[in-house]
């Protein structure tokens, strides 16, 4: 019998957003044992340590016990990977390369290693196929289930998805899990590219109805009810185009806001970032506090982070309750269930507000589909799927001449940790609801 020591992972071979078990199994009998991760991912390379005791038997379980010392301090086997800290670069792929997001385990024991082991993260399941959307009006890209996910119909239920201020295409990480839990996924770009707005600056919602229409249009996808998923500025645009697209029946909005703003512009008014007919959404402009201008320019030159949340939290105070009344989106008119994901930390905008106050309207309604604002303790701005590093999430570089801005995002690795896992368990489940009737 070999009684070598072993590290054992279950599943060896997970999707991205799956959790993943390590146990340490043969080892010496109530000794310590640092386990290291290592893994490229997005140009970089990451790492972690959790150091633990060995019981009576010589096994270990990370999911059970509580850290000696490491990177993180809770049993949780996924901490080796959304505690991880960048240590170094490596040449980025154009997409990704096939060992991107491969976790690579060792194990010491007195300094000596004596097992290892590999976890290989999978972005899409077999079969999910990615396609350019050849459409003259629209900047998208369609991603599919494998044939064999579709439904007794041979139908796939169909969800857009929406990316936030950056611009350009939304997510492929999200899209490709989407698609491997069944989903048919337009990732639609709204502006930022060739042959849409150079900013998000009175972007037509018409454009967002073409793309549902397309979508339903689709052979293979069930044309009604469909879905809509989007991220910070692009989960505003998401709650919007639910309210105006009767296809649209289940909406699902991470640090979204319930009130439309004005287009991505700090320090002046460039009008509506959407438009119905040519004319401008009705929005609450934004406000600079006494002295923002100056504590932007000295932290800049510090290189200290910025928070623009009081931008929009005075732009709220200053309007008069007509104009706030005339931008709240009517959320009551989605026609199904709707999610709304918030950090208590949001720096970037007061997104956790706003949704409390879009779920007072849904109660005063008696909405009658389910509802639900979830609001995750120590998470910030930037909430994504999981399993991903989490500690740099903290910050984000915004491009200036000379060196960036770093806006301040708000929470903490092990908060983003939390919320990356709760929201997306409960944006599946939502979808699952809404999109399967």
Same mark, same amino acid.
Request: net charge negative.
């Given at each position: ?166 611009? @350009?295409? /939304?997510? #492929?990480? *999200?899209?490709?899990? =989407?698609?491997?839990?069944?989903? &048919? !996924?337009?990732? +639609? $770009?709204?502006?930022?590219?060739? @042959?849409? /707005?150079? #900013?998000? *600056?009175?972007?037509? =919602?018409?454009?967002?109805?073409? &793309? !549902?229409?397309? +979508? $339903? ?10 879905? *809509? ?8 645009? &998401? ?199």
């Amino acid at each position: 019998m070999d009684d070598s020591p072993l590290i054992v992972v279950d599943p060896a071979r997970p999707l991205v957003d799956e959790r993943f078990a390590v146990r340490l199994a043969g080892f010496p009998p109530r000794r310590r044992v640092t386990v290291r991760a290592r893994m490229p991912l997005d140009g970089g390379l990451w790492a972690a340590s959790v150091t633990i005791r060995t019981d009576d038997d010589g096994t270990a379980d990370l999911d059970s016990q509580r850290p000696l010392a490491g990177t993180y301090d809770t049993a949780d086997t996924m901490g080796l990977v959304w505690s991880a800290e960048r240590i170094g670069d490596r040449p980025a792929a154009h997409e990704r390369t096939r060992t991107d997001g491969n976790v690579s385990l060792t194990a010491t024991v007195g300094g000596r290693r004596v097992a290892s082991a590999t976890v290989e993260h999978r972005f899409q399941r077999e079969g999910v196929t990615v396609e350019s959307v050849d459409h003259p009006k629209l900047v998208a890209r369609l991603y599919e289930p494998p044939a064999a996910a579709v439904d007794d119909d041979g139908h796939h239920p169909g969800v857009v998805l929406l990316g936030g201020s950056s611009g @350009g295409f /939304p997510s #492929r990480r *999200v899209a490709s899990l =989407l698609a491997s839990r069944g989903y &048919a !996924v337009l990732a +639609l $770009a709204y502006f930022g590219r060739d @042959g849409l /707005p150079d #900013r998000l *600056v009175e972007v037509p =919602l018409e454009y967002v109805e073409s &793309a !549902v229409e397309w +979508l $339903a249009a689709r052979n293979h996808v069930r044309p009604d009810p469909l879905g *809509v998923v989007g991220w910070s500025r692009g989960g505003e645009l &998401a709650l919007l185009a639910a309210t105006r697209c009767d296809r649209l029946r289940t909406a699902v909005g991470y640090a979204p806001s319930a009130v439309t703003f004005q287009g991505n512009k700090l320090l002046s008014d460039p009008g509506s970032a959407w438009t119905v007919d040519g004319e401008g959404v009705p929005y609450v402009p934004l406000a600079r506090p006494t002295g923002f201008r100056c504590r932007a320019v000295a932290g800049w030159l510090q290189g200290q982070p910025l928070s623009v949340r009081p931008l929009f939290e005075r732009g709220l105070a200053q309007a008069s309750e007509k104009r706030v009344r005339a931008a709240t989106i009517p959320v009551e008119e989605i026609g199904g269930p709707v999610l709304l994901v918030t950090g208590d930390d949001d720096r970037v905008w007061p997104a956790d507000t706003l949704a409390t106050r879009a779920m007072a309207r849904l109660d005063a309604a008696s909405y009658p589909h389910t509802y639900d604002h979830l609001r995750v303790p120590g998470a910030g701005h930037d909430i994504k799927v999981p399993y991903h590093p989490t500690t740099e999430r903290a910050t984000r570089p915004f491009p200036l001449p000379g060196r960036p801005l770093a806006l301040d995002m708000g929470g903490t690795p092990a908060g983003y940790a939390r919320a990356d896992a709760q929201a997306w368990e409960r944006t599946l489940e939502v979808l699952d609801e809404g999109l399967y009737p």
